[in-house]
């Protein structure tokens, strides 16, 4: 299982970026996926998830109307847009998805938000 974050960046409050995380190894559409972050001296949160069948989504109550996870099962590719951002986005933003019973990460992407 290979997952590898892409798109972070520095970007100033209010403005977007996109998150890719491109995955591997694995049946990708049979698969629910997340998206985690880690904020300096903070523990690592669920931000969003998508499910394999029918694409529900669900958010944490922090980022609700500001971001949008969606998949691509054809590119084997999940997103995570976010609108709005404040500096409290700040942090590491994690791929995650659980196979053979353990949940796998990928290597992070840096998303700082900052004027």
């Known amino acids: 299982v290979q997952l590898v974050e892409s798109g972070g960046g520095l970007v100033q409050p209010g403005g977007s970026l996109r998150l890719s995380c491109a995955a591997s190894g694995f049946t990708f559409s049979s698969y629910t996926m997340s998206w985690y972050r880690q904020a300096p001296g903070k523990e690592r949160e669920l931000v969003a998830v998508?499910?394999?069948?029918?694409?529900?989504?669900n958010y944490a109550d922090s980022v609700k109307g500001r971001f949008t996870i969606s998949r691509d099962n054809a590119k084997n590719t999940v997103y995570l847009q976010m609108n709005s951002l404040k500096p409290e986005d700040t942090a590491v933003y994690y791929c995650?998805?659980?196979?053979?019973?353990?949940?796998?990460w990928g290597q992070g992407t840096q998303v700082t938000v900052s004027s």
């Open positions: 995650s998805t659980v196979t053979g019973g353990s949940r796998k």
């Open positions: 998508i499910v394999s069948v029918g694409g529900s989504t």
